[in-house]
């Protein structure tokens, strides 16, 4: 489903040995996390990236999550198979869930995405965040 962040986006394949996200080769990466369907890696700068499946708003897309390269199956889902920039600056953490993103900043504050029916992407919202 993309989540392994390669340029190929095969539904159900699956990479056996190692290999590297060939995408985020010149940028230096200090930290990744993985939910259910996406993925997230943070450079030594603060920027995040994300990648993988975003049906539930994960990503940190937005609405138009189809107009950010994204390829849509037959259910309607959006997947995006090569890292795209989220948050450009001042991410010190990250951390995902099955299908929401959550990210403490530099200054010390939180934010939320994604799916929020019990309010785990930290909104007052039980909905997509």
């Not at 530099?106 to 799916?115: L, V």
Request: aromatic share 8%.
């Amino acid at each position: 489903m993309g989540q392994l962040g390669h340029t190929s986006l095969q539904y159900g394949g699956k990479e056996l040995i190692p290999r590297r996200v060939v995408s985020l080769d010149s940028i230096f990466i200090k930290n990744a996390a993985c939910g259910g369907v996406h993925t997230c890696a943070l450079t030594q700068e603060g920027a995040l990236y994300a990648w993988g499946g975003g049906q539930s708003g994960q990503l940190g897309l937005g609405p138009d999550t189809g107009l950010f390269s994204c390829v849509a199956n037959d259910s309607r889902t959006f997947f995006r198979n090569i890292p795209v920039l989220v948050v450009p600056k001042g991410v010190q953490l990250v951390a995902c869930g099955h299908s929401h993103t959550l990210i403490c900043m530099r200054d010390g504050r939180i934010h939320g995405w994604g799916y929020n029916s019990y309010g785990q992407a930290a909104n007052e919202k039980t909905t997509y965040a």
